[in-house]
Every structure is written in structure tokens, then in C-alpha cells.
């Protein structure tokens, strides 16, 4: 409640000021880790449904991307 009334804020308002406030509160609830497992259930679901298609380097290439995109760090 708190929280969510300071997330609102410093969305609202813009800024660095709130960013630490902002992180904390990202690790503290877990949105992290929720947002992570999300992702991979759509990657694995864009890879379900490449195995469709029949083998060709554009289907390798977009297999490849749902990878990376799961992969990269920055």
C-alpha cells in the first residue's frame, strides 16, 4: 500500500530521485522473478510454435531470438 502509493508517485512525477525506492520495491515484491518466469512461458510458446514450420534459417533464425531474448542480460 505504501509502496505501491510511492511507486505511483515516482512513476507519475519521473526522475531519478525515487529510483532506489523504485529497485527496492522491485526486489522486495518478486516482480522480478514473475516477470522472468513470464517470459520464458512465451518464449517457449514461440518456440512451440515454430516446431510447426517446416526447418528453414528463418525458423532457426526466430527460435534463435526467443533465446536470446532470454539469455541477454542487458
Known sequence: ???AEALRRAIAN???DALPDVLAAIR???ALARARD???GFAQSARDALAVLAPSPAR????LL????????R
Open 38 to 40: 513470464r517470459a520464458l
Open 60 to 63: 532457426d533464425a526466430l527460435a
Open 66 to 73: 526467443a533465446d536470446y531474448a532470454m539469455d541477454r542480460t
Open 1 to 3: 500500500p505504501a509502496e
Open 28 to 30: 522486495t515484491t518478486g
Open 14 to 16: 519521473g526522475g531519478l
